[in-house]
């Protein structure tokens, strides 16, 4: 991991300086040139209790949830998924800052909470990719916030997932539900607090349900969510 950061940073200081996504030469400072940067689609008018792309109005999401509200400001495509895609699985964390801000200047937060809780993975997950993607976007968000807020709310990484029954990439949002029941668990107590779940990708809401029923039984009084990217319904994405 640390002679990737390495060789990240002696490009960057060395050689030219190129678009993450396209290669073609850009500014020093930039880490995308501008065709790249205007060509990432955001996600508009999204379902304020599942994320979900142009339903905010239609009243989409009629189902009870402890969710209070989910923010995904970007949608997972193009060079927003590429992105994430070599950040989170090919070990290239030096760009959690760079998605951080996009998903902050597509989905601002204003309002303040007493701690920000990253969806966790189960242990063996952790182990084989080396670090928790939820918990790097956490700590990276937590400072951002601190700059707004003078005092950063702190991390809580205190879930613990155990492993899934099944492999969910393939399955509908009921059977997510169903896969995702009981996984995750925590000791500690989160009484009268408001929470805000941190995660990458929205596929269809079931682990962000999962984690905040958890976090309600800890005595959170309030659970949001805020999320990079929500994945269009045709997609299938491998979110953990």
């Not at 002696?10 to 030469?25: E, K, R, V, Y």
């Not at 807020?149 to 899934?164: G, K, Q």
């Not at 009981?182 to 995660?199: A, E």
Request: hydrophobic fraction near 40%; charged fraction near 20%.
């Amino acid at each position: 991991m640390w002679l990737h950061q390495l060789a990240q940073t002696l490009q960057q200081d060395f050689l030219p300086s190129h678009c993450l996504t396209c290669h073609i030469a850009c500014e020093p400072a930039d880490l995308l040139c501008s065709s790249c940067l205007y060509s990432i689609r955001r996600n508009p008018w999204a379902c304020q209790r599942c994320g979900q792309p142009g339903t905010a109005l239609t009243g989409h999401c009629r189902r009870t949830t402890v969710l209070r509200f989910v923010l995904a400001g970007l949608e997972y495509s193009g060079v927003t998924r590429d992105l994430i895609h070599r950040w989170k699985f090919h070990g290239a964390i030096e760009l959690s800052h760079l998605l951080v801000q996009l998903g902050l200047k597509a989905a601002p937060i204003t309002r303040r909470y007493h701690a920000l809780v990253p969806v966790p993975m189960h242990w063996r997950g952790r182990w084989v990719r080396g670090y928790n993607q939820s918990k790097l976007l956490a700590q990276v968000l937590s400072k951002e916030l601190g700059l707004q807020h003078r005092t950063p709310p702190p991390v809580a990484d205190c879930l613990s997932a155990s492993s899934r029954a099944k492999a969910q990439h393939h399955m509908d949002r009921a059977q997510r539900i169903i896969n995702s029941q009981g996984r995750y668990t925590t000791k500690k107590s989160f009484s009268g607090q408001s929470i805000l779940i941190v995660d990458d990708v929205i596929t269809t809401g079931a682990t962000l349900e999962a984690v905040a029923e958890t976090l309600v039984k800890a005595g959170a009084a309030r659970i949001d969510a805020w999320c990079l990217a929500r994945a269009p319904q045709i997609q299938r994405v491998n979110t953990r």
